[in-house]
Structures are given as structure tokens and as C-alpha cells.
Nanobody, 120 residues
Framework: QVHLVESGGGLVQPGGSLRLSCAAS????????MNWYRQAPGKQRELVAA???????NYADSVKGRFTISRDNAKHTVYLQMNSLKPEDTAVYSC??????????????WGQGTQVTVSS
């Protein structure tokens, strides 16, 4: 069994910052790509940021220069540092990861999501 748990969401004023964390636990052999998605009410889910096992990162155009994705492989954790937040960043943020278990099964696992609300 593998579980992903996000934390760090909340209410923040425009221009503020939040740091999201997503920790994987369970029978993990290897974690490959780790990603952050978000879904705002009435909108499609979108990929916000992605990071490879080697640390190469990519971002959606809407968050470039404001968000930074990073990972700690020893802790099986991916982070999303969000600065200069805007009301349009309001969404449920979820992480996913491609994980090979100790039973040599590889799947994509999702966390439950954490709400980020940017409002004055």
C-alpha cells in the first residue's frame, strides 16, 4: 500500500506565500516523477509543476517565476513553494507520483488534495 498526503493549504491574502508538502509512505521502492495539479471550481484540472527523479522541473506558464517545486528523495516528499499568490491561484491542489512498490508494481498514486484560497 502507498499513500500520498498533502499539507500546507489554507487562506492567504493576495501577494502572500504558502508552501505545500506531499509526503509518500508505504511499501515504496522508487519514486519517479512527482507532480502538482490544481482544480478550481468549474474548471479542468491542470498540471501546475512537475519534477523528475533527478530534479528537473517544469511549470505551467501561469505560475512560472512565482512557484517552485522541489523534492526530498530521502523523505519521499515533494514541495510546492508558492509566492506572489493571486486570487486566480485559488483551487484544490493535489499531488501525484509514479511509484514502484517493493512488490515491483508501478502505478500513479494521488493524494487527497488541499485547499488553497487567495482572498483579501
Amino acid at each position: 500500500q502507498v499513500h500520498l498526503v498533502e499539507s500546507g493549504g489554507g487562506l492567504v491574502q493576495p501577494g502572500g506565500s504558502l508552501r505545500l508538502s506531499c509526503a509518500a509512505s508505504g511499501s515504496i521502492r522508487q519514486i519517479y516523477a512527482m507532480n502538482w495539479y490544481r482544480q478550481a471550481p468549474g474548471k479542468q484540472r491542470e498540471l501546475v509543476a512537475a519534477i523528475t527523479i533527478g530534479g528537473s522541473a517544469n511549470y505551467a506558464d501561469s505560475v512560472k517565476g512565482r512557484f517552485t517545486i522541489s523534492r526530498d528523495n530521502a523523505k519521499h516528499t515533494v514541495y510546492l513553494q508558492m509566492n506572489s499568490l493571486k486570487p486566480e491561484d485559488t483551487a484544490v491542489y493535489s499531488c501525484n507520483a509514479d511509484i514502484t512498490t517493493t512488490a515491483w508494481s508501478t502505478n500513479t498514486y494521488w493524494g487527497q488534495g488541499t485547499q488553497v484560497t487567495v482572498s483579501s
